[in-house]
Every structure is written in C-alpha cells, then in structure tokens.
C-alpha cells in the first residue's frame, strides 16, 4: 500500500480528528505503533502540522468512518489518477575531477585486454569521447608516458557486472550462432 506523502503530518491530523486506533494509522501512515502512541502523548512530531488526508485526496471521509466503526479494519488509500513520474534514463555519468585522470588508464586497459571492443562500447563503459580513446590507442595523448592499464572496475568508472554484461554481448556477436547461456564470465577484472 502507498504511504500518505508526509506520513508524520498524516498521522498528527488523524489523531487529533479521528478516533481511530494506533495501529490502523500506523499502518496507514507507515510509522511504528509506538512512535503513533509517542505522537500521542506529545513525545514526537511536535510541532508539526496536521496535513489532512481527505483534502491531500488520500482517504475519503466515508473510509475513515467505516475504520472508525470496525478497530479492526484497516485503511485503505484512494488510488491517485496522476501519472507515475517516469523514470531518469541511464545517462552520462558525472565522474569527479580527481577521477577523470584515471580515465586513460582505463581505456588502456580495455585496450589491452579487450581489443575487440569498439570505441562506442568504451566510451559508454568508461564515460569519454572518441578522440580521447584514439589518443590512448596511438601513444599521443599528452599524459602517455604516466598511463598504466588499470581495471575499470577498480578505478570506479562501471561494476563488474556492467563489465560482464559487455564482454558476453562480444562473445555473442563473435560466435551468433552460439547460445548466451553459454557464456559467463570466468573471473574478477579487479
């Protein structure tokens, strides 16, 4: 069952309004029942405004005085008629900048042990751009004497799981008429 939006605020309204018991607010709002009894009793939440749930459009004044008749039974939420907020897609990833000078060595990693990656996969696992990857391949990137292949995984920039994931797409784009199930990842790139 979804909570009330501001539960603490939910519950100080029902006890002061209602005659409701403890727990069928507790169970309403979420909270414990003795952090209800310590709103009570005035230990908690003071302070705090009552928010009323008939008005937020959570309950209805019918529904409370059914719960209100029966101790027993329990309140149950009216459904909301807006739209769930959708979901961030994965997008870039923000790296901090104390991070962003081990980005070479993760690409010469990837370089070294997974030659088969194109850039784009590289890009996306490790958060750069093309010409930085090239810079990395062809020994001009201005920092090539100082890189050392690390893990990716070590230095942060993906999971291994994340890693996994790609090296099986690889191994199934090289071999397509093999099975996926076939393929797990034998060992930690840490």
């Not at 930085?132 to 890189?147: E, F």
Request: proline residues 9%.
């Amino acid at each position: 069952m979804a909570q009330p939006l501001m539960p603490k605020a939910t519950a100080v309204w029902l006890l002061d309004n209602t005659t409701l018991t403890f727990p069928q607010i507790s169970k309403f709002c979420g909270l414990h029942e003795l952090e209800i009894q310590a709103i009570a009793d005035g230990e908690v939440a003071i302070g705090i405004v009552g928010s009323d749930p008939v008005q937020q459009g959570q309950l209805t004044h019918a529904e409370i005085e059914r719960c209100e008749a029966d101790p027993k039974a329990v309140l149950v939420a009216l459904l909301s008629d807006l739209p769930e907020p959708a979901r961030r897609t994965k997008g870039p990833r923000y790296t901090p900048v104390n991070k962003r000078g081990d980005k070479p060595d993760a690409i010469a990693w990837l370089l070294k042990n997974v030659p088969d990656m194109s850039d784009v996969q590289i890009g996306k696992l490790v958060g750069t751009t093309k010409p930085t990857i090239n810079a990395v391949r062809t020994r001009t990137h201005a920092d090539a004497a100082n890189i050392k292949p690390r893990s990716p995984v070590a230095l942060g920039f993906c999971t291994q799981s994340e890693l996994d994931e790609l090296l099986v797409k690889l191994r199934i784009t090289a071999l397509p008429d093999a099975e996926p199930e076939a393929f797990e990842p034998q060992e930690s790139y840490l």
